[in-house]
């Protein structure tokens, strides 16, 4: 009766079921907590499975584009989108709203080709090499974000330093997992700690059981149940 949202009566049961209720108040804490905790577990193994096959991917094409497959930045950009679309932008559920993410994703990809194609005509041209890094960092990052969003995992939005955001926006994948990975520590902290809980409070749940069979209910003058 504390944690069902669907649940709009103010008058729960009989006396005894309110009395018990309230002397394992603790328990169905703990308990709830375990179950939430065990479901978050849950969707992080699946949340990493699905990230190490995204950076498979990445490192797929990237591979590639350094022993020469693609001609031009854009053979390169399409292939990337073209394994990554059909793992991750194509199966996003229908109520994940990836919008922004898509929209930086493409925009990414442009500046992705662009950059391989000054490279080409430059080999030199570090400027270009680090915009590559930089570009493929950020599409990685917008997958790896797409695909928390798409199980519903999500982080705090921080606020912008600068009132003006600037033109070109990048992102930096290591700090994105540093995010998650800090989202999912207080998210095994208080499993664990809620798991390690439940030995100590069963036995007290058993005496407090007894105890109201012999004692409460008696001083109540309810009749003991069958």
């Known amino acids: 009766m504390l944690y069902f949202d669907r649940m709009h009566e103010e008058h729960f049961g009989t006396i005894k079921q309110q009395i018990w209720a309230s002397l394992h108040f603790f328990l169905h804490i703990m308990l709830v907590l375990v179950l939430q905790g065990v479901s978050y577990l849950i969707m992080w193994v699946v949340a990493l499975i699905r990230m190490d ?28 989108r073209r394994k990554i679309d059909v793992y991750l932008w194509n199966t996003i559920p229908k109520g994940v709203d990836a919008s922004k993410a898509l929209e930086t994703w493409n925009s990414t990809l442009i500046v992705l080709a662009q950059s391989f194609d000054n490279h080409q005509m430059d080999e030199q041209n570090l400027t270009a090499v680090d915009m590559i890094t930089k ?66 409070l069963l036995p007290y749940s058993l005496l407090t059981h007894t105890r109201l069979d012999s004692h409460l209910l008696s001083w109540l003058s309810l009749p003991l149940s069958p």
């Open 135 to 200: 570009s493929l960092n950020t599409a990685e990052s917008m997958a790896i974000q797409t695909l928390f969003d798409s199980l519903s995992i999500s982080v705090p939005k921080t606020a912008p330093k600068t009132v003006e955001e600037p033109k070109r926006k990048f992102f930096d994948k290591a700090a994105l997992l540093q995010k998650y990975e800090t989202r999912f520590e207080l998210v095994f902290d208080y499993v664990f700690l809620s798991v390690s809980q439940v030995p100590l």
């Open 53 to 80: 096959r995204v950076d498979e991917k990445f490192r797929e094409i990237e591979g590639l584009s350094l022993t020469g497959a693609y001609a031009n930045g854009t053979l390169f950009a399409n292939a990337l």
